[in-house]
């Protein structure tokens, strides 16, 4: 069986350390190796898992286009990596930003509200949700936090509301930490699901639930490297109660069509 893990971060040298303890600290799990793309491929390759998506996160609007050139520049050494940017309300020049992503190689945005500390459906965003459902290009959203509504499911469904054309993808089956109160908000959804950091909260049965809920079509498999061990989670994965051909579609099909790989 072939795998995308279409949730994993990565960071430069100089802050891989600091940057996955952080990382630990926010979900209150401790991260399995540091964050590297080299560390990336070796224990994700070693898992199993053939691409990656790598999801970037800027916690201030000065550092959105720096990320992004990073993000590229890993991207272009090892062609395992499928590159998303990343964006921020604060940013003056969001549009512009948009336009270099949509020339450069970068395949969607990931927009993390509650490390960033604006709301996913903050107003300074909504032209730029304008513009990214023009030109096709999707968002994942973290998305779920018991601390704080920033992220969580009525937010989302608000958003999805307002702008039934921006390609979603909802982290954590929609709702880390408020996993039953995306499942009844978000089941009808014309959105997708990532099955990041949930497995080991929720449980195989109750995981299985929730693709059946969504619908396997619906589900990407990611891992939220370097916070999971990919092949744990695998392992998990392989043993949920659900069909093969879903397991099929969860671990490479959903994902290669929604890339276009």
Same mark, same amino acid.
């Given at each position: 069986?072939?795998?995308?893990d279409f949730?994993?971060?990565?960071?430069?040298?100089?802050?891989?350390?600091?940057?996955?303890?952080?990382?630990?600290?926010?979900?209150?799990?401790?991260?399995?190796?540091?964050?590297?793309?080299?560390?990336?491929?070796?224990?994700?390759?070693?898992?199993?898992?053939?691409?990656?998506?790598?999801?970037?996160?800027?916690?201030?609007?000065?550092?959105?286009?720096?990320?992004?050139?990073?993000?590229?520049?890993?991207?272009?050494?090892?062609?395992?990596?499928?590159?998303?940017?990343?964006?921020?309300?604060?940013?003056?020049?969001?549009?512009?930003?948009?336009?270099?992503? %949509?020339?450069?190689?970068?395949? !969607?945005?990931?927009?993390?509200?509650?490390?960033?500390? +604006?709301? $996913?459906? =903050?107003?300074?965003?909504?032209?730029?949700?304008?513009?990214?459902?023009?030109?096709?290009?999707?968002?994942?959203?973290?998305?779920?936090?018991?601390?704080?509504?920033?992220?969580?499911?009525?937010?989302l469904k608000?958003?999805?509301?307002?702008?039934?054309?921006?390609?979603?993808?909802?982290?954590?089956?929609?709702?880390?930490?408020?996993?039953?109160?995306?499942?009844?908000?978000?089941?009808?959804?014309?959105?997708?699901?990532?099955?990041?950091?949930?497995m080991y909260?929720?449980?195989?049965?109750?995981?299985? %639930?929730?693709?059946?809920?969504? !619908?396997?079509?619906?589900?990407?498999?990611?891992?939220? +490297?370097? $916070?999971? =061990?990919?092949?744990?989670?695998?392992?998990?994965?392989?043993?949920?109660?659900?069909?093969?051909?879903?397991?099929?579609?969860?671990?490479?099909?959903?994902?290669?069509?929604?890339?276009?790989?």
């Amino acid at each position: 069986m072939k795998f995308i893990d279409f949730h994993t971060h990565i960071y430069p040298e100089k802050i891989v350390l600091h940057a996955t303890e952080y990382l630990s600290d926010t979900f209150g799990k401790d991260a399995e190796w540091p964050g590297s793309s080299e560390n990336l491929l070796i224990f994700g390759m070693a898992a199993g898992i053939s691409k990656f998506v790598t999801l970037p996160v800027a916690m201030k609007a000065t550092q959105v286009h720096k990320i992004n050139e990073f993000i590229l520049g890993e991207a272009a050494k090892y062609d395992q990596l499928i590159p998303f940017g990343t964006l921020h309300a604060a940013q003056d020049n969001l549009i512009e930003e948009i336009n270099f992503i %949509k020339e450069s190689s970068i395949q !969607g945005i990931k927009i993390h509200p509650n490390q960033q500390g +604006f709301a $996913l459906d =903050d107003t300074r965003m909504f032209d730029a949700y304008t513009y990214l459902s023009e030109l096709g290009i999707p968002v994942l959203f973290h998305c779920g936090d018991l601390n704080s509504d920033l992220s969580n499911p009525p937010r989302l469904k608000k958003l999805i509301n307002m702008f039934p054309k921006l390609r979603i993808v909802a982290a954590h089956f929609g709702g880390w930490q408020v996993f039953d109160q995306a499942y009844e908000l978000l089941r009808k959804e014309n959105i997708h699901f990532d099955m990041s950091s949930s497995m080991y909260i929720m449980g195989l049965e109750k995981t299985a %639930k929730f693709i059946r809920h969504y !619908g396997a079509e619906k589900i990407f498999f990611g891992t939220d +490297f370097p $916070l999971c =061990d990919q092949s744990v989670e695998i392992e998990k994965f392989l043993k949920l109660d659900i069909p093969y051909a879903d397991k099929e579609k969860i671990a490479w099909q959903n994902a290669a069509d929604f890339l276009g790989i």
